[in-house]
């Protein structure tokens, strides 16, 4: 099914390059579009930008915004240009040739966007100027400095509603981030905003449950969890491959659900009808891309479950986002392990781009991580990302019905990242386990005698336990993950840890009891076992000197070089 394309999801995706609009943007941005009056509450770094950007561009004329941060307007102006858009703006800081220049693209119908201080718009020389020219809409930003409760007051923008008198026929949008009623009420009555729609966008989503497990075995942990919690539910479960959409949809018809794939590969009237098979019938699981689920209203998605990790907080958000419409509670569950991390570098590291692209993108799965990884309340921890505040725990994710147990991996961490270091940061994550281990694999067998000193000096966790060690640290950024080989490598946030200048607590996910003692591996029959018993011992040297346990082999020379 090709849906035509909104308007404004074309300029949005054209003009800003973003794929979708977030929570309520597009309903406000349409209702300005068609002409009616807005006022926005919408927390801090919620992207009250595009609610007025977007509609100044597809409206015919020039959006007039009206902003007190005259420091800022440059800025905002600048990165407008860059993206193709013809903005300018009117305040005390241009010089008056400047001015009139600016004056002169309005009138000739030259400009998107025009940024105005308050004390310039209400100006009668521009307000004479405004009613020459064509306005697609006002846009007030900061709409709280109206408010004389408020530290934020701005006399000028009482006389804002002047725009209501003189210009009825436009739109106008009043945003703020001051959410309180009575801020609320005053911006209503001091703007003549009484008939504006009115949109409060907190990102709280509180009749959703935020579960984040690890991998283990992943379509098992899905099956136990649709079985014991959705057995009927529609649903979303999000994989990362189109193929593994298929597989997986396939297999839950197996395993008794009604499932259906969807992703863009398929054919365009396939996924037509899957889409409206599962918004007409009921308990129907949807196996899907993310090219599944823009502008998918369908109130009572019971569970959305991501088998593979989504990119960023931001589309992890808006996925689990469908889930709940309703108001009834909704489960938003993701499993995650290493893996997941590894192939979403790798996919980012080989895509086109530039490397601020890049490292934009790495950040931004950091963010993801972290989530992933936080021993407290996942829904501050998300509410945060996005500038919205929750006093207290939620009391509905999975950290807080079941607190996290942490336990101090500091040992535990050197230890891995002295293996990571003596192997030459050229191993993945089951080399370095079997080294930690004292496993008797083959790639152990070559080990060399620099690595001698980490082999078999981890056996009291097992297998898990360090894969959990590693995988956490890589999502601390200790370590990076090499985007060919999976090779794990330190980085300087190491320094302090490995100098003893820093404690980490780590997550418990595995039950942490000591792992069975094996009887310790012979070493490797062709190594020298002078050389080793005199490494051995050079080592406990360098400890005692140092005063760090044993396999701490690194001094500060050492620390300099990495
Ligand atoms: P506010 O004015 O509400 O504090 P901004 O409009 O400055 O927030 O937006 C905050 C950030 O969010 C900006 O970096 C913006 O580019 C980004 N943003 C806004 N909307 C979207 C979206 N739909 N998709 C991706 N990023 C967005
Ligand atoms: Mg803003």
């Known amino acids: 099914m090709t849906t035509a394309i909104s308007p404004a999801r074309h300029t949005l995706q054209s003009v800003f390059g973003y794929e979708a609009f977030r929570p309520h943007q597009e309903a406000i941005v349409e209702s300005v579009i068609d002409g009616g009056d807005a ?20 409206r015919a004329g020039c959006g007039i915004v009206i902003s007190p941060l005259i420091a800022l307007m440059q800025d905002q102006v600048d990165s ?32 998107d966007m025009l940024y105005v201080a308050p004390e310039r718009l209400i100006q009668e020389r521009t307000q004479a100027l405004l009613e020459r020219s064509r306005i697609a809409l006002f846009a007030i930003d900061e709409a709280h400095c109206v408010s004389q409760w408020g530290h934020d007051f701005r006399a000028d923008y009482l006389q804002l509603s002047l725009l209501h008198e003189r210009f009825p026929e436009v739109p106008r949008v009043a945003l703020t981030a001051t959410a309180d009623a009575r801020t609320r009420q005053e911006i209503v009555q001091r703007l003549d905003l009484g008939a504006a729609r009115q949109f409060i966008a907190g990102f709280d989503r509180p009749n959703i449950c935020y579960r984040i497990a690890l991998k283990q075995n992943p379509r098992q942990q899905l099956l136990r969890f649709l079985r014991e919690e959705h057995p009927r539910d529609a649903g979303i479960v999000y994989c990362l491959s189109r193929k593994k959409t298929e597989e997986v949809a396939a297999w839950l018809c197996e395993q008794g659900f009604n499932a259906l794939p969807y992703h863009a590969g398929l054919d365009p009237r396939l996924r037509a009808t899957h889409q409206s098979r599962f918004l007409r019938e009921d308990g129907l699981i949807m196996v899907a891309t993310i090219a599944f689920g823009m502008g998918i209203d369908k109130p009572d998605v019971r569970f959305v479950a991501h088998l593979d990790l989504p990119k960023t907080v931001e589309a992890y958000y808006q996925e689990t986002g469908r889930a709940g419409r309703d108001g009834q509670s909704a489960n938003a569950w993701l499993v995650y392990g290493l893996q997941d991390v590894i192939k979403l570098r790798q996919m980012m590291e080989s895509s086109e781009g530039s490397e601020e692209h890049k490292r934009a993108e790495q950040q931004r799965l950091n963010a993801m991580l972290g989530l992933c990884e936080i021993t407290s309340c996942r829904r501050q921890a998300l509410l945060r990302y996005f500038g919205d505040s929750l006093e207290t725990p939620c009391g509905n994710c999975d950290s807080c019905l079941q607190p996290v147990e942490t336990w101090d991996g500091t040992e535990a961490a050197r230890k891995a990242l002295s293996a990571a270091y003596r192997t030459g940061q050229r191993f993945g994550v089951n080399h370095l386990v079997d080294v930690l281990r004292g496993a008797d694999t083959e790639r152990v067998r070559q080990l060399d005698h620099h ?40 980085q300087a946030q190491c320094r302090p840890l490995l100098r003893g200048e820093e404690t980490l607590d780590l997550r418990k996910d595995q039950p942490q009891q000591a792992a069975k003692q094996r ?44």
């Open 39 to 58: 006022l926005v509450l919408m927390p801090t770094g919620g992207g009250k930008s595009l609610c007025y950007q977007v509609p100044a561009l597809v």
């Open 451 to 490: 690595t001698l000193p980490t082999y078999g000096i981890g056996r009291e966790l097992d297998n898990n336990q360090w894969r959990s060690v590693f995988r956490q640290l890589v999502a601390r950024g200790y370590l990076s993950v090499d985007m060919e080989f999976g090779a794990l490598r330190l």
């Open 80 to 111: 407008l240009r860059e993206l193709g858009v013809r903005a300018s703006y009117l305040n005390s800081s241009l010089a008056p040739e400047e001015a009139r220049a600016v004056e002169t693209a309005l009138l000739a119908g030259e400009l």
């Open 519 to 562: 009887t310790r591996q012979p070493l490797p029959e062709d190594i020298d076992v002078g050389l080793w018993e005199a490494l051995r011992d050079r080592r406990r040297e360098l400890a005692e000197e140092q005063g760090i346990p044993p396999y701490i082999i690194f001094h500060d020379r050492t620390l300099q070089e990495m």
